[in-house]
């Protein structure tokens, strides 16, 4: 599948993978300079790209494992979503979770990118849903 990209700034860099194997694509910061952000902070990140993803598909954006691990970054809504019909610019909204101030460079590799499928659902109330093994167990269950 190709994915039609439009470059908003010169600098910018497409996404790109890694190697063979990768799942997602490599987003970078399309910066004129450095930027810092505090603990705590959040900051929106310019990719200078906006994208073209076919009807039927989403774009999800993702913490870069190595990124989120030893630095403490990694998107502040943990998975972005880009829908089909949107044409602005991609912005990754990094969080700082750790306790030291870190830099994210211009043209660096600030996320992962995919492109996946979904299927469009209908919501209908209804008053009654059929039983499962699991019934209502989960979050906040007590597991009885």
Do not use: W
């Given at each position: 599948?190709?994915?039609?990209?439009?470059?908003?700034?010169?600098?910018a860099?497409?996404?790109?993978?890694?190697?063979?194997?990768a799942?997602?694509?490599?987003?970078?910061?399309?910066?004129?300079?450095?930027?810092?952000?505090?603990?705590?902070?959040?900051?929106?990140?310019?990719?200078?790209?906006?994208?073209?993803?076919?009807?039927?598909?989403?774009?999800?954006?993702?913490?870069?494992?190595?990124?989120?691990?030893?630095?403490?970054?990694?998107?502040?809504?943990?998975?972005?979503?880009?829908?089909?019909?949107?044409?602005?610019?991609?912005?990754v909204?990094?969080?700082?979770?750790?306790?030291?101030?870190?830099?994210?460079?211009?043209?660096?590799?600030?996320?992962?990118?995919?492109?996946?499928p979904?299927?469009?659902?209908?919501?209908?109330?209804?008053?009654?849903?059929?039983d499962?093994?699991?019934?209502?167990?989960?979050?906040?269950?007590?597991?009885?």
């Amino acid at each position: 599948m190709k994915i039609p990209v439009k470059k908003l700034r010169e600098n910018a860099r497409l996404p790109k993978r890694a190697s063979a194997g990768a799942a997602g694509a490599d987003l970078y910061a399309c910066l004129d300079e450095e930027i810092e952000l505090l603990p705590g902070q959040t900051t929106l990140i310019p990719t200078g790209l906006s994208l073209e993803i076919p009807e039927g598909f989403v774009g999800l954006v993702f913490a870069r494992s190595s990124v989120a691990s030893k630095r403490g970054l990694a998107p502040a809504n943990k998975v972005g979503v880009i829908d089909s019909d949107y044409r602005g610019e991609v912005m990754v909204a990094l969080f700082n979770h750790g306790s030291t101030a870190q830099t994210v460079l211009p043209d660096e590799r600030i996320a992962q990118f995919v492109v996946v499928p979904f299927l469009s659902a209908e919501y209908e109330e209804t008053q009654t849903l059929t039983d499962t093994a699991r019934g209502s167990g989960g979050f906040g269950s007590t597991g009885q």
